[in-house]
């Protein structure tokens, strides 16, 4: 058991010297989404009223997905007012690769069913916003497949000002979770019962394009 303990604190010390030579930062800005309302969407329901909402994607990556309630009232002009918040890495901002995509989908007990989409490089909406102090309201027409509808989407968008973060270091990233887990795993042999290990917050929650699984 002290042999345990002694490589548990040795991971701890080495973590803890090597996560203070860390002095690297990450870069972000608060983003800020407000879905407002479509208008003349196709009618994909035969028999009953259209529910429709809305799912948020950056390059189509699930990681990211974020979405509206469904409009119970509106039919094929749906309207949400529906804010949605991230936090956007500032190389995403600096080249066209980051999409923000937007798909509106129709609630069915049977399968939701595709309306249609809008998609925007994250470069063009920074870009279009800083004559206005980093915010603007859009309505872009919506694409189903190759085609353009009828329909439009209506949204706004703030982008804040530059965030320097530190990163979290080696001994948090990587040492102090594998120590917590094999914490655990010894109390469990031991005593019977092991200690849950909660990730830390932090890095994981802001859009890296270079992480994302761009689904065409």
């Not at 991971?11 to 203070?20: A, D, F, V, Y």
């Not at 009618?43 to 948020?56: G, L, M, T």
């Not at 189509?60 to 119970?72: A, F, I």
């Not at 249609?116 to 859009?138: C, H, N, R, T």
């Amino acid at each position: 058991m002290l042999e345990w303990n002694f490589m548990i604190l040795l991971i701890l010390e080495i973590g803890t010297n090597r996560s203070m030579d860390n002095q690297d930062y990450l870069c972000y800005r608060n983003f800020g989404l407000t879905l407002i309302s479509a208008k003349n969407l196709p009618n994909v329901r035969k028999y009953f009223k259209p529910k429709v909402y809305a799912k948020v994607t950056f390059c189509g990556d699930k990681k990211t997905e974020k979405r509206t309630l469904g409009d119970k009232h509106g039919e094929s002009n749906p309207a949400w007012n529906y804010t949605l918040k991230y936090k956007i890495d500032e190389s995403g901002i600096a080249q066209y690769g980051l999409q923000l995509v937007i798909k509106l989908y129709c609630k069915r007990t049977l399968g939701d069913r595709f309306v249609g989409e809008i998609y925007k490089s994250m470069k063009e909406l920074f870009d279009d916003a800083q004559s206005s102090g980093g915010s603007a309201v859009l309505s872009l027409p919506i694409k189903k497949g190759s085609e353009e509808t009828d329909g439009r989407l209506t949204f706004s968008y703030k982008f804040g000002e530059i965030i320097q973060e530190k990163k979290p270091g080696f001994f948090k990233r990587i040492l102090l979770p594998g120590a917590c887990i094999l914490f655990s795993m010894i109390t469990l042999a031991t005593v019977g019962v092991g200690v849950p290990y909660v990730p830390f917050d932090g890095e994981h929650d802001i859009v890296h394009p270079d992480e994302l699984n761009e689904k065409k």
